[in-house]
């Protein structure tokens, strides 16, 4: 798949694969810089966004659940510009 999506866009920016491979490459380690850094990336309107949220793993007060350790989850949401492309629609209730 990943073979796939570097091929096309290398073909449509009109560059070598291996080219394309870099600048994607040094695209999503800047997004990840960026998220470790505790920063939101907005990657557009017809995209989403990526943010960092820390889930803690206190367990409430007399749970019988063992307490887990906090960690840092990525959350994308994505934009009405993507749900629209994707022609999402939720199946009909009966």
Not at 60 to 87: C, H, W
């Amino acid at each position: 798949m990943l073979d796939n999506l570097l091929e096309r866009c290398s073909r449509k920016a009109g560059c070598r694969r291996e080219q394309a491979e870099q600048i994607i490459a040094l695209f999503l380690s800047e997004i990840v810089e960026e998220l470790a850094q505790g920063h939101k990336v907005d990657l557009g309107p017809e995209f989403g966004v990526f943010s960092v949220k820390l889930r803690t793993g206190a367990a409430a007060e007399g749970s019988p659940r063992t307490p887990k350790d906090s960690r840092y989850k990525v959350i994308f949401r994505e934009n009405s510009g993507m749900r629209k492309q994707l022609k999402i629609q939720l199946p009909e209730e009966k």
